[in-house]
Structure formats: C-alpha cells, structure tokens
C-alpha cells in the first residue's frame, strides 16, 4: 500500500495470477518496461492469490488488470493499453507529463520573480567542465535550457523553469546552460537558438 498509494511517483501496478497465461505472456514486457522506466515511473505487480485483500478496493475482475495511480492516488486509472513494453512505456510517461502539466497549472503560488543570483533555485548551474559529469554520467533523467542572459526569453522561461525544477525534484534534474560563456557544449548538441 505504502509502495504505491503513499508514493509521490505515477505507480502503474499489475495485479495477475501466476496460473494465468495471459499474465505469463505479459511477464517479460512488463520487466521490460519497468527496467525502462526505472526511477522515472514505478512499476509494481500484485499476485492476487497471495495478496486478493490489495485488489479488493479496485474492483479487479480479471487477470492481467493493470491500473495507473497517477496524480489521484485514490482513483486510479485503468491501462487499456497495448500488451508490450513499448506501449506500457509510452503510456507511463503521458501520465507523467499529465501530472507534471496538473503540477505547473495547478494553483501553486509560483515563488517570487525576482531575478539575480540561484540562492534557493533547485535550477542545476551548467558549465563545459561539469556537464559531462553531472548530465552525462548521471542515471537520472535530465532536461537543459540552453540560455543567453540577454535573451528576453529566456528571462521570461526562468521564474517557470525554477518553479518547475522544484515540482520535479527527486524526479527529474532541470539544468541551465549560459551558452553564450559554455560554448563547447552548445555547439556540440546545434544550439542555435535561445532558449533550446
């Protein structure tokens, strides 16, 4: 219960039978797919016959069933996706951005938008000499603004890349980039533009 109702993460959880052949057949996809989303998405499994009192609350009829507990933990979501790693993976990350997108519009207070110095940002300060430490070498997932500091908007991105950055903590790492001064980088993934 705690692993999944109590989890700030999107949890999608199989309950199966292990006599059931469709839920063997799913077996090897699903490991596949929690592989794939490791650390980004939980991926759990319930074996009914052991543990029937778990799937009780969700009225679980038949095998495999597989139900998403996104946002709402109490309400989750039937998965009437497609049977394969590919289509589990693709659904996962959808309901993570559904939530991500729920985090940002939802009613937050936004911090202050004063500019100046990253005193309390969870913004990562990105550099040519940390980069492939920090970003390339990490097992986390990572998204990067590249910037100009005289871009207006890339100004204008900041207060919501930070707001963002502190929805995400734990999650994903949000990076900043000043390509004007780090252009080793830059020109390595075609920066061309601000902010990309």
């Known amino acids: 219960r705690e692993q999944v109702v109590e989890s700030e993460k999107a949890v999608m959880t199989e309950f199966y039978a292990p006599w059931c052949g469709h839920c063997q057949q799913l077996a090897p996809e699903w490991k596949k797919a929690a592989s794939a989303l490791k650390g980004i998405v939980k991926v759990a499994a319930v074996d009914m016959d052991k543990h029937q009192q778990m799937g009780a609350p969700y009225d679980i009829k038949g095998f495999p069933t597989i139900k998403v507990f996104g946002e709402n933990k109490h309400s989750p979501q039937d998965y009437q996706g497609g049977r394969d790693a590919q289509s589990i993976v693709n659904d996962a990350m959808q309901k993570?951005?559904?939530?991500?997108?729920?985090?940002?519009?939802?009613?937050?207070?936004?911090?202050?938008?004063?500019?100046?110095?990253?005193?309390?940002?969870?913004?990562?300060?990105?550099?040519?000499?940390?980069?492939?430490?920090?970003?390339?070498?990490?097992?986390?997932?990572?998204?990067?603004?590249?910037?100009?500091?005289?871009?207006?908007?890339?100004?204008?991105?900041?207060?919501?890349?930070?707001?963002?950055?502190?929805?995400?903590?734990?999650?994903?790492?949000?990076?900043?980039?000043?390509?004007?001064?780090?252009?080793?980088?830059?020109?390595?993934?075609?920066?061309?533009?601000?902010?990309?």
């Open 96 to 196: 993570l951005a559904n939530i991500v997108r729920s985090r940002l519009g939802g009613g937050g207070q936004g911090r202050g938008q004063s500019g100046g110095g990253s005193g309390g940002s969870d913004v990562v300060e990105l550099t040519d000499s940390n980069f492939e430490e920090l970003v390339l070498k990490s097992q986390d997932p990572w998204l990067v603004e590249f910037f100009a500091p005289w871009c207006g908007h890339c100004q204008s991105l900041k207060p919501h890349w930070e707001e963002a950055a502190t929805q995400l903590a734990g999650k994903v790492k949000l990076g900043a980039l000043d390509a004007t001064v780090y252009k080793e980088y830059a020109g390595r993934y075609g920066v061309q533009g601000f902010p990309t």
